[in-house]
């Protein structure tokens, strides 16, 4: 039993702090009393409204606990980890800042502190597997596929999401940075669409997004992609906003006022994409490993498919990504990973063992990774 | 050799002087020096710079023609009809304005003139062709499918126009009103999509818009449609725009500015839709006409493929809108068409001869509808 906190009470955030509550002291913070409010009648959680772009506020809150989960909006992530690594706190961060967390390893070093950014399903659990494999065999290629959907299939976008409808048109425009050859390359996003049929949900459309992060710097191997998936049809209508210039973030000029394109296209689309509170979603992910491992030639293949839990109310979103951070929580806590520094979650995969049980922890709480390996 | 005023000096208002000036004496007025610039060179015709928005200034210009052609933008057609009307003089207008034009009937007959409206080819040569055959069979049904388009398809919209974006978006949201069944029945715009192929170009998708106009009231006629033709695929991108909110006139709050979503698109569309000065398009329409014709059950159609062109500039919009207006313009000056008061187009095609010289002066300027008459 630690004393932990969690910084946001968003709907990950919230997942988090329930499942860590069934076997830790937990404080969850966030400046939203929305938030805090829907944690209401979990007796083993304490809320504190705080507003959380102060660093003050965030170390008051921290100083007595043991380990920080970071759960709060991306733009604002890199600085609360900061400040929480100032404080010499252990940190698990899932709030996808940004910028380079690599530059507060010295910070890290010099407070003792393990802090382990980007740990969620993907960026998180890819980088784990890979992490893993890469320690044991001579990986030549890897491969994520990863979607998170609604099973509710509404023309003309079949797109909900939890998140600002801004983030996802981010990934839709942020050219995708990918290893052929040993060469980082640039892609531009929304490219190279292929189908990929899935048992629960039949055809797929994955599309290049950038999103191998920290795996372009840490690892040595030949061909690495990401690909982002959606229901087919999806990315023509995206690839048509934005060559309709939808997307543009210049300021035009329309009827006198000056606008940025995308502002009033995410506006628009809030209300288009907004996930309702129990509608049914899912996350899918596949990925794979491929290289030499012991003399063969072998691929691993690691298949998730998850639901929405009808039971909890909690997502799947928040399911996979928050049971990822949870378990990280776990290796920290029990001492199976402890190194001081800023970890990304290859780090952690690399350690052998810890793949192991942060799948084992998952599975406990109905998040299954199927595995299987080819020759 | 008659004194004409052609009000407009636009694209199709300069092909119409010019079609004019070859035996009449024609003056154009514009307020626009650019629009008159190009008109330079021309010795027969007479450019004259005036803000056509004030009474005083059309009535000064036209009082000693003895007819007027308008082709002012159509927000301001309706006013300049009226102004010349008061004058006595007789008027072929395609201006297309929004306004019922018939509210002017009673004074169209009280000033002894005669005034054709909308009678350029979609609305226009479409009515001729009914009136005619309205006037010699049992029509039992009328379609006419229409469309404006660039030979050089470029995705997404595979789609250009040399008029603002703003005119074909209403196209797009104004409801289609057809006659099925003879009732007048309301279908919303870019529905019952179909595939029609002609020799010329391929495969084009037609859709519903709202383009009978004045048949609505003027014909008894069983069913009547009429369907924009597109390049396949064009629409389903129309579509996503209007289900997304982006055609929306209701203003929305973005970044703390009021703003109308179709404003910020008409805006961003200008430049994508804009079709080159010396850009190659065409025109193609096929209308079908079909009842009891002296006991037996006939279709009469008629195919028009119109191109830009390359020799004069012309482009095949201005060409085919602007010869139907100039042949409507030689029936009235030789007094082959003679009825005081507002005439549709339609109330031309009824009186015999009319079409088959309208046909024939458009076909000396190379602007051919090809007839078939089937069983």
């Given at each position: 039993?630690?004393?932990?906190?969690?910084?946001?009470?968003?709907?990950?955030?919230?997942?988090?702090?329930?499942?860590?509550?069934?076997k830790?002291?937990?404080t969850?913070?966030?400046?939203?009393?929305?938030?805090l409010?829907?944690?209401?009648?979990?007796?083993?959680?304490?809320?504190?409204?705080?507003?959380?772009?102060?660093?003050?506020?965030?170390?008051?809150?921290?100083?007595?606990?043991?380990l920080?989960?970071?759960?709060?909006?991306?733009?604002?992530?890199?600085?609360?980890?900061?400040?929480?690594?100032?404080?010499?706190?252990?940190?698990?961060?899932?709030?996808?800042?940004?910028?380079?967390?690599?530059?507060?390893?010295?910070l890290?070093?010099?407070?003792g502190?393990?802090?382990?950014?980007?740990?969620?399903?993907?960026?998180?659990m890819?980088?784990?597997?890979?992490?893993?494999?890469?320690?044991?065999?001579?990986?030549?290629?890897?491969?994520?596929?990863?979607?998170?959907?609604?099973?509710?299939?509404?023309?003309?976008?079949?797109?909900?999401?939890?998140?600002?409808?801004i983030?996802?048109?981010e990934?839709?425009?942020?050219?995708?940075?990918?290893?052929?050859?040993?060469?980082?390359?640039?892609?531009?996003?929304?490219?190279?669409?292929?189908?990929?049929d899935?048992?629960?949900?039949?055809?797929?459309?994955a599309?290049?997004?950038?999103?191998?992060?920290?795996?372009l710097?840490?690892?040595?191997?030949p061909?690495?992609i990401?690909?982002?998936?959606r229901?087919?049809?999806?990315?023509?209508?995206?690839?048509?906003?934005?060559?309709?210039?939808?997307?543009?973030e210049?300021?035009i000029?329309?009827?006198?006022?000056?606008?940025?394109?995308?502002?009033?296209?995410?506006?628009?689309?809030?209300?288009k994409?907004?996930?309702?509170?129990?509608?049914?979603?899912?996350?899918?992910?596949?990925?794979?490993?491929?290289?030499?491992?012991?003399?063969?030639?072998?691929?691993?293949?690691?298949?998730?498919?998850?639901?929405?839990?009808?039971?909890?109310?909690?997502?799947?979103?928040?399911?996979?990504?928050?049971?990822?951070a949870t378990?990280?929580?776990?290796?920290?806590?029990?001492?199976?990973?402890?190194?001081?520094?800023?970890?990304?979650?290859?780090?952690?995969?690399?350690?052998?063992?810890?793949?192991?049980?942060?799948?084992?922890?998952?599975?406990?709480?109905?998040?299954?990774?199927?595995?299987?390996?080819?020759?």
């Open positions: 039993m630690a004393k932990i906190v969690v910084l946001g009470a968003g709907m990950v955030g919230r997942a988090m702090a329930m499942d860590l509550a069934h830790h002291q937990v969850v913070a966030d400046i939203s009393e929305e938030n409010k829907r944690l209401l009648g979990k007796p083993d959680i304490i809320t504190r409204k705080a507003d959380l772009s102060k660093k003050a506020n965030i170390q008051e809150l921290i100083k007595d606990c043991e920080v989960v970071n759960a709060v909006p991306g733009f604002m992530g890199y600085k609360t980890t900061e400040a929480v690594i100032e404080m010499g706190k252990n940190i698990v961060d899932i709030s996808f800042f940004p910028e380079n967390g690599l530059e507060l390893e010295q890290a070093k010099e407070k502190v393990i802090a382990v950014i980007d740990c969620g399903v993907a960026p998180g890819g980088n784990v597997i890979l992490g893993h494999h890469n320690a044991v065999m001579e990986v030549e290629s890897y491969e994520c596929y990863v979607g998170g959907l609604p099973f509710c299939r509404t023309l003309p976008f079949q797109y909900k999401a939890p998140f600002s409808p983030d996802v048109i990934e839709y425009i942020r050219p995708a940075r990918y290893v052929r050859n040993k060469q980082i390359i640039t892609i531009p996003a929304l490219t190279e669409p292929e189908l990929m899935f048992a629960e949900v039949g055809t797929l459309q599309f290049n997004t950038d999103g191998l992060r920290s795996l710097f840490t690892m040595d191997i061909d690495m990401e690909k982002t998936m229901y087919p049809g999806h990315i023509d209508y995206m690839k048509m906003l934005r060559a309709g210039g939808f997307f543009s210049e300021e000029e329309v009827k006198g006022k000056l606008i940025k394109p995308i502002d009033l296209t995410a506006q628009l689309l809030i209300d994409w907004k996930l309702g509170e129990t509608e049914p979603e899912f996350t899918v992910m596949r990925i794979k490993v491929c290289g030499m491992e012991q003399g063969e030639k072998v691929c691993w293949q690691y298949d998730l498919f998850d639901r929405y839990d009808k039971v909890t109310g909690i997502s799947s979103m928040a399911r996979t990504t928050g049971y990822s378990s990280a929580v776990e290796l920290v806590l029990n001492g199976d990973y402890n190194r001081v520094g800023i970890s990304p979650p290859e780090f952690i995969g690399a350690v052998p063992g810890c793949l192991e049980k942060m799948l084992a922890y998952q599975k406990e709480r109905g998040v299954i990774y199927h595995i299987s390996r080819s020759l």
